[in-house]
């Protein structure tokens, strides 16, 4: 046996039990992973804001906490105004629901000619096994819901401490990661930064004219139908559809529909239908060219990263996704070195054989003029 042989073999036992060890690591960490990614974004989102109010003498980490304490009393505020209103519409429906029942019903038996009544319609309902079945998962689920709660308060708190950091101590972080690499990176690092923050901003700044956007268009909707509480319902399906990804369109109709249920259930149908429509004028019209135009990236770019960013990391990956690519795209943009384009009619979109016979036409012409103009002279 070769003296060589046994190293060989234990390191690479060594290196498996190495790669091993880092992979079991790394999915007991994914979850911190992620949530401190959230934190650097929502960091570089307010380090305008609180390097504007450390600009004018502000000891940076008590404006970091201003701009944290107005965001929590916004959000706190909206999620109470609009928990009231909910409780509210909630009894409510139940007191009028014998009411709609009553409805429902009368409009079975005249369009279907049966002969329904109420009370046999709570009986079967009362007594189906599916109701039953119903009422012991929720009893058993209770505690699972409880702890999901309780694991997203405790995720939530997470990412705002370490955003709070991030964002506080920002300049130190800099400085940090900047004493690590040669004076010749630390320009290309600080300007990787600020084109992150940038990107960032911009990514918040089309989101929030979005929400306007589709806040307004459901205010009109909600006023011309009658539905009470047009505006704090227009402010959530604004803020839900376009903060939350991939199921913060259905969460913010649901409610409005829940609502216009309350006034006239066929109110719900139009709501739904305005939603779905609104979608999709969203999707392919409006979101590419907004974000294209704010962000400075392709729609067809935007919409691919979202899909790879869903695909990767779920819903955490669609809402970091397009500010992540938009920032890689301007940073590898500024070292990538560019020539002057060739002037070939291809580059427009002509084929080889269709200019050059338009040049020879263009040469016949000129020809010809030439030949009249001298004849003319002579």
Same mark, same amino acid.
């Given at each position: 046996m070769p003296r060589w042989l046994p190293r060989a073999m234990l390191l690479a036992l060594a290196l498996y039990a190495c790669f091993q060890l880092g992979s079991w690591a790394f999915h007991q960490l994914i979850g911190l992973l992620i949530n401190i990614l959230i934190a650097f974004f929502l960091a570089l989102a307010v380090e305008p804001a609180v390097g504007r109010m450390a600009a004018r003498g502000m000891r940076r980490g008590l404006a970091t906490f201003l701009v944290f304490f107005a965001v929590l009393v916004a959000g706190v505020g909206f999620v109470v105004l609009l928990g009231s209103m909910l409780a509210g519409q909630i009894v409510e429906m139940v007191e009028d629901f014998p009411a709609y029942l009553d409805s429902v019903i009368r409009w079975v038996n005249s369009t279907f000619h049966t002969e329904l009544s109420r009370v046999e319609v709570q009986d079967s309902l009362l007594r189906s096994d599916w109701l039953r079945r119903y009422v012991q998962n929720s009893a058993s689920g209770v505690l699972d819901i409880s702890a999901q709660v309780l694991g997203g308060l405790f995720k939530l708190l997470t990412i705002f401490l370490f955003s709070f950091y991030f964002a506080a101590d920002g300049p130190r972080l800099r400085r940090t990661l900047c004493s690590v690499l040669p004076p010749a990176r630390q320009a290309e690092v600080l300007r990787a930064w600020e084109i992150a923050v940038d990107k960032t901003g911009g990514y918040l700044y089309s989101r929030g004219l979005m929400a306007l956007i589709s806040g307004v268009a459901h205010f009109v909707l909600l006023e011309v139908l009658?539905?009470?509480?047009?505006?704090?319902? *227009? /402010?959530?399906? &604004?803020? $839900?559809?376009?903060?939350?990804?991939?199921? !913060?369109?259905?969460? %913010?109709?649901?409610?409005?529909?829940?609502?216009?249920?309350?006034?006239?259930?066929?109110?719900?149908?139009?709501?739904?239908?305005?939603?779905?429509?609104?979608?999709?004028?969203?999707?392919?019209?409006?979101?590419?060219?907004?974000?294209?135009?704010?962000?400075?990236?392709?729609? *067809? /770019?935007?919409? &691919?990263? $979202?899909?790879?960013?869903?695909?990767?990391? !779920?819903?955490?990956? %669609?809402?970091?996704?397009i500010p992540a690519v938009a920032t890689l795209q301007a940073f590898l943009g500024a070292y990538v070195r560019r020539y002057d384009v060739t002037d070939d009619p291809r580059v427009h979109g002509h084929s080889r054989h269709g200019g050059r016979a338009v040049a020879r036409m263009r040469r016949v012409l000129a020809a010809r003029r030439g030949g009249r103009a001298g004849g003319g002279e002579a």
């Open positions: 009658g539905v009470p509480y047009a505006p704090a319902l *227009a /402010v959530w399906v &604004g803020l $839900v559809s376009q903060f939350i990804p991939t199921i !913060g369109t259905y969460l %913010a109709g649901a409610l409005p529909m829940l609502i216009a249920f309350t006034v006239n259930p066929w109110y719900a149908l139009w709501v739904l239908g305005f939603v779905v429509i609104y979608q999709q004028f969203e999707n392919y019209m409006l979101q590419p060219k907004l974000t294209s135009r704010t962000v400075d990236i392709h729609p *067809a /770019v935007a919409f &691919g990263s $979202v899909v790879a960013g869903t695909a990767l990391l !779920g819903a955490v990956g %669609a809402l970091i996704a």
